[in-house]
Nanobody, 124 residues
Framework: QVQLVESGGGLVQAGGSLSLSCVAS????????MGWFRQAPGKEREFVAT????????SYAGSLKGRFTISRDNAKNTVYLQMNSLKPEDTAVYYC?????????????????WGQGTQVTVSS
C-alpha cells in the first residue's frame, strides 16, 4: 500500500509563494511518475503538474507554466511543488498523486495513489 503525505499548504497573500512537499512510502518511489492536482470548491479536480521517474521530464497545466515548478528528490522519496506569484484563483486543495507509469501523464485515471490533500488559500 502506497502512502502519500502532503505538507506546506497555508494562507498567503496574492503575489506570494508557497512550497508543497509530498513524501511517499510503500513502493519504489523512483520507478514512477508523480503529479500534483488541485480541486477548488464546486469544481472538478484538475491537473497541475507532473514529473517523470527520474525528473528528466515535466509537464504543466498551460495556465500555470512559469509560475509553478515541480521537482523530486528520489533519495528522499519526496516530490515538491514550488508555487510563485500566487493568485486568488489558485485557492484549492492540492493533492499529490503517484502514477501508474514512469513517464509523465496528466489524466487522473493515470494515477493510482493519492494523498489526503493540503489546503492552499490565496487572499486578495
Amino acid at each position: 500500500q502506497v502512502q502519500l503525505v502532503e505538507s506546506g499548504g497555508g494562507l498567503v497573500q496574492a503575489g506570494g509563494s508557497l512550497s508543497l512537499s509530498c513524501v511517499a512510502s510503500g513502493r519504489t518511489f523512483s520507478n514512477y511518475a508523480m503529479g500534483w492536482f488541485r480541486q477548488a470548491p464546486g469544481k472538478e479536480r484538475e491537473f497541475v503538474a507532473t514529473i517523470s521517474w527520474r525528473g528528466g521530464s515535466t509537464s504543466y497545466a498551460g495556465s500555470l507554466k512559469g509560475r509553478f515548478t515541480i521537482s523530486r528528490d528520489n533519495a528522499k522519496n519526496t516530490v515538491y511543488l514550488q508555487m510563485n506569484s500566487l493568485k486568488p484563483e489558485d485557492t484549492a486543495v492540492y493533492y499529490c498523486a503517484a502514477g501508474r507509469y514512469s513517464w509523465i501523464v496528466s489524466a487522473t485515471s493515470d494515477y493510482n495513489y493519492w494523498g489526503q490533500g493540503t489546503q492552499v488559500t490565496v487572499s486578495s
